[in-house]
């Protein structure tokens, strides 16, 4: 089954950096994305970035510049990580943050529509 698992998080003041890791195996990167998405209080479900087995990215508006995504597959395993640098960190950024396997959702990030989810992690950044 997949199952992302997630890591990273925490609490950090503006300004300031964290960095988001989900690992996952048993699927075909190759025909598949990964990524993350988040939910803040009374805000619709963002789909923040993600990476396809070809390599493509995508960045929401808010957070191009400051946010970078990228996979790595550990030799002779069937683990894939993507971790998330977030620099800059914005009050805005404030939200759960979910690690998502082929992830659909609609207006709330849980229960989602389709696709493995992690159990989110909270991100809390201070003015």
């Known amino acids: 089954e997949v199952q992302p698992v997630e890591s990273g998080g925490g609490s950090v003041q503006a300004g300031g950096s964290l960095r988001l890791s989900c690992t996952a195996s048993?699927?075909?990167?190759?025909?598949?994305?990964m990524g993350w998405y988040r939910q803040a209080p009374g805000k619709k479900c963002e789909l923040v970035s993600t990476i396809t087995g070809g390599g493509v990215t995508y960045y929401a508006d808010s957070v191009k510049g400051r946010f970078t995504i990228t996979h790595v597959n550990a030799k002779n395993t069937p683990e894939h990580t993507v971790h998330l640098q977030m620099d800059r960190l914005k009050p805005d950024d404030t939200a759960v943050y979910y690690c998502a396997v082929d992830g659909v959702v609609g207006a709330w990030c849980q229960p989602p529509v389709s696709g493995y989810w992690g159990q989110g992690t909270q991100v809390t950044v201070s003015s």
């Open positions: 048993g699927f075909n990167f190759d025909d598949a994305d």
